[in-house]
């Protein structure tokens, strides 16, 4: 029982380049979330799916996509990357009843 | 915008000492949660606290809720070196939008031994 994990653990991009960060969890979650966390900043919401074949928009959605690919995977796709997305991003999963959610261990990305 | 506020940002406590953070929020909650980030890590969920409820416990963990002044505290007591992390707050809104939780900025706890 992995919980959630996210890859890469470490990237860096060039500005204009493209990437995916992929998720996944093993705990039957319906909901899924991608924060980022930058200094100062706490954990914003970039976008969440509420249950596998929907997504929404968060706090801070420009700039990103996103694509539930099944009930266990949620990834996030940056097309022109930009200094500004230079953050830690954070998968999770839960919404149940509480709505107590589970975080990866996070992709630590610097765009230069 | 982040409905969360804690207070302190930081503290720097002695190992043994007691620990309170405390958490401000805005709108009508289901729920209030406060989560534990140690340095390079994922949050981890430490405590749940429902809207009708006004204290609860979890081993050295007390958590407050006082919803008529949209406020929340979090108390480690004989707080413990391994007690460094970052606190936050999140709150579940009253109005259930795909489970969405949102997070204060984090209370920065140092434990000196």
């Given at each position: 029982n992995a919980g959630v994990t996210q890859t890469p653990k470490f990237q860096v991009l060039k500005t204009g380049q493209?990437?995916?960060?992929?998720?996944?969890q093993d705990m039957n979650h319906n909901s899924m979330y991608w924060y980022r966390q930058d200094p100062g900043m706490g954990l914003r919401l970039i976008y969440y799916s509420a249950s596998e074949g929907t997504t929404d928009k968060g706090e801070v959605p420009n700039g990103y996509n996103v694509s539930r690919l099944n009930k266990r995977e949620f990834s996030l796709r940056?097309?022109?990357a930009a200094?500004?997305?230079?953050?830690?991003?954070?998968?999770?999963?839960?919404g149940g009843q509480t709505r107590e959610q589970y975080f990866g261990p996070g992709t630590r990305l610097t765009v230069t | 915008s982040q409905q969360g506020e804690e207070d302190p940002q930081a503290l720097s406590i002695q190992e043994g000492e007691n620990a309170t953070m405390n958490?401000?929020?805005?709108?009508?909650?289901?729920n209030l949660q406060w989560y534990r980030q140690n340095s390079g890590r994922g949050l981890v969920h430490l405590i749940l606290i429902r809207s009708n409820e006004r204290e609860k416990h979890s081993g050295r963990l007390r958590v407050t809720l006082d919803t008529s002044k949209k406020s929340s505290s979090l108390l480690i007591t004989a707080?413990?070196?391994?007690?460094?992390?970052?606190?936050?707050?999140?709150?579940?809104?009253?109005?259930?939008?795909?489970?969405k939780l949102i997070f204060g900025q984090g209370t920065e706890l140092s434990v000196k031994p």
């Open positions: 493209s990437m995916t960060l992929q998720c996944a940056l097309e022109s200094p500004s997305q230079t953050s830690v991003y954070f998968c999770a999963s839960g | 958490c401000s929020y805005k709108t009508s909650i289901n707080s413990r070196a391994a007690d460094t992390a970052s606190y936050f707050c999140a709150t579940a809104p009253y109005y259930n939008q795909g489970g």
